[in-house]
């Protein structure tokens, strides 16, 4: 099991990325997100560096992509332009040795379901062409989103998945919460939810989160609503022999973190 941060955590004062990675280490956490969600800015020698350290560490990398993307848009050059940051993602989180990165795909506005999915899908494929000629290695990971308005329920992301090559899931539990696409203060919601995503391998993102109608508000610390219940998660995951990285998308990143790994260490 590897339980980490989104980000450098936040007692790692004035830390890069390589420098946290010592300090999760420390706390026995062994998972990194890279958060380039303002823009990647991190160049090729130092995700190199990480990738090096990451594996003497055993720490387990991946990244998040900027929010900047709408691969359903209507405007060719944010179209174009989504697909760039993509691309560098990739490519960075590739050199620094990351399995998956977390995308968030866009919006439906009002194209219809099926048309937005189709679009999604095609701008997927359209990246097929460069994973291959820099032969990496990084997965593309769209992520079950959080609001109604952004596309993302778990079965359109289950099956882009299965329909685009070099895409696995980014499951987002929070999200799944919020959007009421199950009830995560349940213990059997987590059988249920297992049951309709089997995999080899989870990527998680996990929080505790204020929802309303419209889905996603914002995220909570663990312990604060337990919605979604930590808890019934691991041990569920205990149960079925589950092999997962769990990501912390908490204010809070490192303290939530050392909540779960306390709770797993008792299992
Ligand atoms: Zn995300």
């Not at 332009?81 to 990739?90: A, D, G, M, W």
């Not at 219809?112 to 994973?131: H, W």
């Not at 992520?143 to 499951?171: C, D, H, M, N, W």
Request: glycine content about 6%.
């Amino acid at each position: 099991m590897y339980i980490g941060t989104a980000g450098v955590p936040i007692g790692c004062k004035n830390c890069s990325s390589l420098d946290a990675l010592k300090f999760l280490k420390d706390a026995n956490l062994n998972a990194l997100e890279l958060e380039f969600v303002r823009g990647v800015k991190m160049g090729e020698e130092n995700a190199k560096r990480i990738k090096n350290r990451a594996e003497d560490l055993d720490i387990r990398i991946s990244s998040h992509a900027p929010y900047y993307i709408n691969l359903a848009s209507d405007d060719p050059q944010k179209l174009q332009r989504s697909l760039e940051h993509i691309k560098k993602s990739l490519y960075i989180t590739n050199l620094a040795g990351g399995h998956i990165t977390a995308i968030h795909m866009g919006y439906y506005q009002n194209l219809g379901k099926e048309e937005t999915y189709r679009r999604m899908k095609n701008a997927l494929e359209s990246l097929v062409e460069f994973i291959e000629q820099h032969n990496i290695k990084t997965k593309m990971g769209p992520e079950t989103a959080g609001k109604l308005s952004q596309f993302g329920r778990l079965q359109e992301i289950l099956r882009l998945a299965e329909e685009v090559p070099y895409t696995e899931p980014v499951f987002d539990i929070a999200h799944l919460h919020a959007t009421r696409e199950y009830d995560f203060t349940k213990k059997d919601e987590y059988y249920r939810f297992f049951n309709d995503a089997p995999m080899d391998h989870y990527h998680f993102h996990f929080s505790e989160i204020n929802y309303g109608e419209k889905g996603e508000r914002n995220h909570l610390n663990v312990g604060e609503t337990l919605e979604p219940n930590y808890k019934y998660f691991l041990e569920v995951l205990k149960e079925l022999g589950i092999k997962a990285t769990i990501v912390l998308e908490t204010p809070d990143l490192e303290e939530s973190a050392k909540k779960l790994l306390e709770y797993w260490k008792t299992l």
